[in-house]
């Protein structure tokens, strides 16, 4: 990682983002696309594309991965890809729990599941010592991938955590029975860096973090890698970033191009090579309630969200 992520994006800030000169440092046109660098095409990050390994068949499932994902800006595609990633998962044989962690309920929504006919939500797994795991699971229409859906009553977990011990680590105690029967456990946080998120940061080995290409979107990056940086210091070591994926890619504006280059400037290889493009085919997935994978299985999203599929697997080569 570049040691001055934030000077870096601070000078963007400053001049040059919105008044973007033409000649910008990705080219995506359909040329450079298909032109060779180092023998492989150039990706839509401004660096040549890795050929990502077909994933290991496993032979056993467990322990898994914990996986937050996490941006406090609203709206940038953090639910969109836990289900599709969680469901591309599937597809290479994982074995994937799907943590519903926003009052919104969203996620739940996502996935067909009504989350105010729901007798169990993540509320009572935080707050009632007896329930367990597989009080709250439910299974998705996708075989291997599981939910433990929520509504608005975990907003008032919020405010309850406060006066518990140990109040931050909740979430990983009570996830910590559930790690042997999975390969990922993806928690799709609500957007804010209150408690809820903090307790999913101190429960996973991971950060993913969905960013949309716009200006804005670099500056709120910065506040979220230094809650990371604070979780990490003081709550959970191990802690790391997976990667930040640009969601709702459109390689047709100059703008959305060099919001691009500039976070590769900054955070290098931590930058997914996979971006995902904006297509209404994701509004419509959330109507029908089911991951891209199954609504619109050849489609470019499908394509994509299978590729970062595997780009995370080849990062995470325990998984
Ligand atoms: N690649 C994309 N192209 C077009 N629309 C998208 C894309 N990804 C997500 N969306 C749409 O953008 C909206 C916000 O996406 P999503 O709910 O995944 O974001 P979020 O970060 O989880 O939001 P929140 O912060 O409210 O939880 C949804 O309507 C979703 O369908
Ligand atoms: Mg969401």
């Known amino acids: 990682m570049s040691t001055q992520p934030f000077e870096t994006l601070s000078v963007a800030a400053g001049t040059s983002v919105e008044d973007a000169p033409l000649e910008v440092s990705v080219d995506t046109s359909a040329a450079a696309a298909t032109a060779p660098t180092s023998g492989r095409p150039i990706g839509p990050t401004g660096r040549p594309m890795p050929v990502f390994p077909e994933p290991a068949t496993l032979e056993k499932h467990g322990p898994a991965r914990i996986v937050a994902m996490c941006n406090q800006k609203g709206g940038v595609g953090k639910t969109t890809t836990t289900i599709n ?4 998962l599937t597809e290479y044989g994982r074995r994937v729990l799907l943590v519903d962690f926003d ?3 969203s996620l739940s929504v996502g996935l067909g599941i009504n989350p105010n006919e729901i007798d169990r939500s993540v509320y009572n797994l ?15 229409n996708i075989p291997g991938l599981d939910v433990l859906p929520s509504n608005i009553d975990l907003s008032a977990a919020e405010v309850q955590l406060v006066t518990e011990v140990a109040r931050e680590q909740v979430l990983a105690r009570v996830l910590a029975p559930a790690m042997a029967d999975y390969d990922f456990i993806i928690i ?15 429960a996973a080995h991971g950060v993913i973090v969905p960013m949309e290409c716009e200006f804005f979107a670099l500056r709120g990056v910065a506040m979220l ?9 003081r709550l959970n070591p191990v802690l ?16 959305c191009r060099e919001v691009l280059a500039r976070l590769v400037e900054a955070f290098e290889d931590k930058v997914f090579h996979t971006a995902i493009s904006r297509t209404v085919r994701f509004p419509e997935t959330t109507v029908a309630g089911e991951p891209i994978t199954t609504f619109a299985t050849s ?10 599929a595997k780009e995370v697997l080849a990062r995470c080569p325990a998984q």
């Open 240 to 255: 790391e970033i997976d990667g930040l994926l640009a969601t709702m890619y459109d390689s047709r504006t100059v703008h």
């Open 85 to 88: 990633l969680g469901a591309c």
């Open 188 to 202: 799709d946080c609500q957007p804010s860096l209150g408690l809820l998120t903090v307790n999913a940061l101190t």
């Open 225 to 233: 890698v230094e809650t990371i940086q604070k979780v990490q210091e």
């Open 299 to 308: 489609s470019g999203g499908a394509y994509s969200y299978r590729q970062l």
């Open 126 to 140: 935080l707050m009632d010592r007896d329930c367990k795991v597989e009080d709250v699971v439910l299974k998705s």
């Open 103 to 105: 009052p919104q309920g």
